[in-house]
């Protein structure tokens, strides 16, 4: 069928005028760039929604820009890729909580200045450029309480969910809408299929979207994206971080994005989120369960092409595994590309290659092109910098679980217990693992004889006591032995054209590399559990001081090789000083090793 389709026509007006009708292209299996990117309609328009977050007596309306090919005024239809943010406004200087020292003031982090919102319709990034010649239109639409639209934003919560799903409605006919002169505006353009991309709190919102099994929503491409808001400020009871912004929660990510006109509209809604979210047990509730996308994981119509960096501890890999998880239990159809990038795109780390790929998908899921690419493997995995492998599967094929005792591995240093000391880093902790340290156990095994491949998410089964301030106990794996490894991005030389350019919206970005170094170590996943929470994460259950109980937590999902003559390494502390909460140094923890143990999905590296 693929062969059959190459060089017809996708998209044709009536039969009578097939032989001047504007038409989709299609050769190669592709779409091809037939439209005139500079001759694009630009337009915006206002959604109404089926909420009223702000409380003013009238429902919420979304700005969706739109960049569409001129062509569609002559009746070619065509599918919409949507991308949702709150961010094309910018972001607002707030400060975190200061409350991270729990026994200490603690300095406020600062989000950078908003920009002011522009009058001209520019689109940021390469999706108008690209997509926009090959025959579809593009929407970028601010998330309620952002830019030009109404409503508050609520980190999260439904009425976001259904502030961007009315777009999507509004694309497949059943919403109003109106222009900038106040008329009825109407989607005839539209073909009423829709793909939703993004990527961090904009791959979040696909997420939110697809978990109403929304009609007309034909794909998604989360990248980097949230899956449950609980796990990104929260883990297993505790209060934790997203990497890099200690103190963040989400009434600061709203104040951060409430960017819209009269933001004083939202001052009880703001209000609600620091009272509800509760900074004090981290327990999860009802607050927590309006956010978690996995509970609507049975509504997903769409397609899904997951995308994450194995190195990203912003939106952290958890993220990624339990909506896999979720998903293929499920049965949606999916693809998976796990990168070694951090909280970024693959358009930064592997650029020819994933512009390919997204316009085979989009061209299969939107415009019904069958091109092949679910026949595919279904995953894509850098396993070391610039080194790709593609498996059947995720986890890889031959994972199994493989369980370690911690007592008979290596110790370093003496003795069964540690004190916490939250003045000190996970990567301070870690280092030097032979040597004693008074703040840690960490547990070794003998140098791998062969390279191990971990795919998948490692749990933890610990018997312990704690006696002190701190209820966190936080385990950290950790590859011990050189390698070179990626440690982020960097400017690269030249640029890559992908599409053409106007004034203001250019179709040429400058190359990013990763910055590679020869490290003795690295922590390949983290794991965090406040005690109190042990027997269930909606209840917080005090303990005795000095008295054992069992623990058990998972840590982050990886994808990772352990290379032969290697050590795997377990290093137990309580606080993370990055991460979590930081109570007052001095808490005691003492561990059963006879009654502790490490799991790990491994499977064969060769």
């Given at each position: ?59 919420d ?61 520019f689109?940021?990034?390469?999706l108008d ?11 970028f ?96 009871g ?33 209000a ?14 009802r ?12 509504k997903?119509?769409?397609?899904v ?14 993220h990624?595994?339990q ?5 293929a ?7 998976i ?17 994933w ?28 396993v ?13 094929p ?5 369980t ?78 050189t ?27 400058n ?80 561990v ?7 799991t ?7």
């Open positions: 069928m693929g062969a059959a389709l190459a060089g017809m026509i996708v998209t044709l007006a009536s039969p009578a005028a097939a032989s001047a009708a504007p038409r989709v292209v299609v050769r190669d299996g592709v779409t091809q760039p037939v439209f005139d990117y500079t001759q694009a309609i630009r337009e915006r328009v206002f959604i109404e929604t089926t909420v009223d977050s702000d409380g003013d007596g009238r429902r309306r979304v700005e969706a820009r739109i960049i569409r090919p001129r062509e569609t005024e002559q009746g070619l239809r065509v599918p919409t890729i949507f991308q949702p943010s709150p961010y094309y406004a910018g972001i607002l200087d707030v400060p975190n909580h200061d409350d991270i020292d729990r026994d200490d003031a603690g300095a406020a982090t600062r989000w950078a200045a908003a920009r002011s919102v522009e009058e001209e319709i689109f940021g990034g390469f450029n690209y997509f926009v010649p090959r025959g579809y239109a593009v929407v639409a601010d998330s309620l309480g952002s830019g030009g639209s109404d409503g508050c934003p609520t980190s999260g919560g439904e009425n976001e969910t259904l502030g961007m799903k009315a777009v999507v409605d509004w694309l497949t006919g059943r919403a109003r809408a109106t222009d900038v002169d106040g008329r009825p505006a109407a989607a005839r353009w539209s073909s009423g299929r829709v793909g939703m991309t993004g990527t961090s709190y904009n791959g979040t919102l696909p997420n939110a979207v697809a978990a109403t099994g929304v009609r007309g929503l034909e794909t998604i491409v989360p990248i980097a994206a949230i899956s449950s808001w609980y796990d990104y400020y929260r883990a297993n505790g209060v934790v971080a997203p990497g890099g912004f200690q103190g963040e929660d989400t009434d600061i990510l709203a104040k951060a994005v409430l960017t819209r006109q009269r933001p004083e509209q939202c001052a009880d809604v703001i609600a989120l620091e009272r509800d979210q509760d900074r004090e047990t981290g327990d999860y509730s607050f927590w369960q309006e956010r978690d996308y996995l509970r609507d994981a049975g997903v119509r769409a397609s092409l997951l995308v994450h960096g194995l190195n990203d501890w912003n939106v952290k890999t958890q990624f595994g909506w896999w998880d979720a998903l239990a499920r049965g949606v159809p999916r693809k590309w796990l990168h070694q990038g951090p909280h970024t795109s693959p358009f930064s780390v592997r650029r020819a290659e512009v390919a790929t997204l316009h085979r998908w989009f061209d299969s899921w939107l415009h019904r092109v069958d091109n092949g690419i679910m026949a595919e493997p279904v995953a894509d995995v850098e070391a910098p610039n080194q790709w492998r593609t498996y059947r599967n995720w986890p890889v031959g994972t199994r679980a493989t370690l005792r911690l007592g008979p591995l290596a110790v370093a240093g003496q003795g069964t217990s540690f004190v916490d000391a939250p003045s000190r880093t996970a990567e301070d902790l870690v280092a030097g693992e032979q040597a004693a340290d008074p703040n840690r156990l960490a547990f070794l095994t003998a140098p791998l004889d062969r390279p191990l491949h971990l795919s998948g998410t490692p749990r933890l089964d610990v018997r312990a006591s704690l006696d002190g301030r701190s209820p966190y106990l936080t385990a950290l794996l950790v590859d011990y032995g390698a070179d490894r990626a440690t982020g991005l960097a400017p690269g030389e030249g640029q890559d054209c992908v599409g053409p350019s106007i004034p203001g919206d250019p179709g040429c970005f190359r990013v590399r990763y910055t590679v170094e020869s490290t003795p170590w690295k922590i390949v996943s983290r794991g965090w559990l406040d005690v109190r929470n042990r027997k269930s994460i909606w209840r917080t259950d005090p303990i005795t001081p000095g008295k054992a109980y069992s623990f058990s937590w998972g840590m982050q999902p990886q994808d990772h090789v352990f290379a032969a003559g290697h050590r795997i390494g377990i290093v137990l502390i309580s606080t993370d000083r990055d991460y979590t909460l930081r109570y007052r140094a001095g808490t005691q923890v003492t059963d090793l006879r009654a502790s143990r490490v790990l999905p491994l499977a064969s590296a060769g």
